[in-house]
Nanobody, 116 residues
């Protein structure tokens, strides 16, 4: 079993920045992909950003140009740098991993609240 522990969420004013971290109990060097998803209040979970084993990235349309995903294999940690935050970014943010063999794991989530 793999544990993913998110941190870095909180309350921030619109226009501000936050950096989320996701530390894995298993080496992420063996992960095919790591990602961040979010679930706004009353809505479905949606993709925020993905990073592949080779470092290739992809982003949801609503965060392109504002959010940056990165990974530090030595620390088994994935980051999400969030800039120019908007009230509509308010959500619970979840870390996700897909390891070789297809095993999928989720973190417990961290709340991000952006005030107007």
């Amino acid at each position: 079993q793999v544990q993913l522990v998110e941190s870095g969420g909180g309350l921030v004013q619109a226009g501000g920045s936050l950096r989320l971290s996701c530390e894995s109990s298993r080496s992420i060097f063996t992960a095919n992909a790591m990602g961040w998803y979010r679930q706004p209040p009353g809505k479905q979970r949606e993709l925020v950003a993905l990073i592949g084993a080779s470092g290739t990235t992809s982003y949801g349309d609503s965060v392109k140009g504002r959010f940056t995903i990165s990974r530090d294999n030595a620390r088994n940690t994935v980051y999400l740098q969030m800039n120019s935050l908007k009230p509509e970014d308010t959500a619970v943010y979840y870390c996700n991993s897909v390891f070789r063999g297809g095993s999928i794991y989720w973190g417990q989530g961290t709340q991000v609240t952006v005030s107007s």
